[in-house]
């Protein structure tokens, strides 16, 4: 583990506020991007954001140094994503959260405050993504995600979903099928443009 990293989990663990703060802004972004694939309001990514750092700082004495902190915190990200879309209550609105909204410290933009070509493409490119995961039907979504971004394994979701391993895989099937075609769609609409 980095030294500074080191510091502020030290910080963290004895309750300075100045540490979790820093912890807080250094994985700001890191971590709304993982809400905002979950959830479609920025009103909701904020708060599943606010409730696992909540967790985090509660719950960082029972970090014991192994693995990825970042894992261990992301993981923790992870699970109030699924907590709070689980709630009985919660309604999925159809407003997407760009990912650039949610910049503490953007090191995207140039001295000159311009952006890159690379950066203006990747950004094109993250907003297409979270423009078409919003149409995926919600479990299909959440399967996506969890395999794709999270890394988890189909017995993983089945547990964590309530669901056999093999739902999971059609599931995970069917994204794929659906992001395909919305892919190739874009692809036709790019070169229709530039002719």
């Known amino acids: 583990m980095d ?19 820093a912890l807080y802004y250094r994985y700001f972004n890191t971590f709304m991007s993982i809400a905002a694939r979950y959830v479609n309001t920025q ?9 696992a750092f909540l967790r985090i700082f509660k719950h960082i004495s029972k970090y014991t140094g192994k693995g990825s902190f970042e894992g261990w915190m992301k993981r923790i990200v992870v699970n109030c994503c699924l907590t709070y879309i689980s709630r009985p209550n919660y309604a999925t609105l159809s407003r997407v959260i760009p990912l650039n909204d949610y910049s503490l410290n953007d090191d995207s933009h140039s001295s000159t405050g311009q952006m890159s070509s690379n950066t203006v493409e990747e950004k094109y ?13 919600e479990t299909t979504k959440l399967v996506f ?13 089945g547990e964590l979903l309530n669901m056999a391993e093999r739902t999971s895989q059609s599931h995970l ?3 794929r099928k659906i992001l395909s075609e919305k892919i190739d769609r874009k692809e036709l609409i790019n070169k229709i443009q530039r002719v």
């Open 43 to 51: 009103a909701d990514a904020e708060e599943v954001l606010n409730n």
């Open 3 to 21: 030294p500074t990293l080191q510091y502020l989990l030290d910080g963290c663990k004895a309750n300075h506020r100045s540490a979790q703060k």
């Open 173 to 175: 099937a069917k994204a």
């Open 145 to 157: 995600n969890l395999y794709v971004f999270e890394e988890y394994n189909h017995s993983e979701i």
């Open 125 to 137: 490119n993250q907003e297409f993504l979270v423009d078409v995961l919003k149409h995926l039907p």
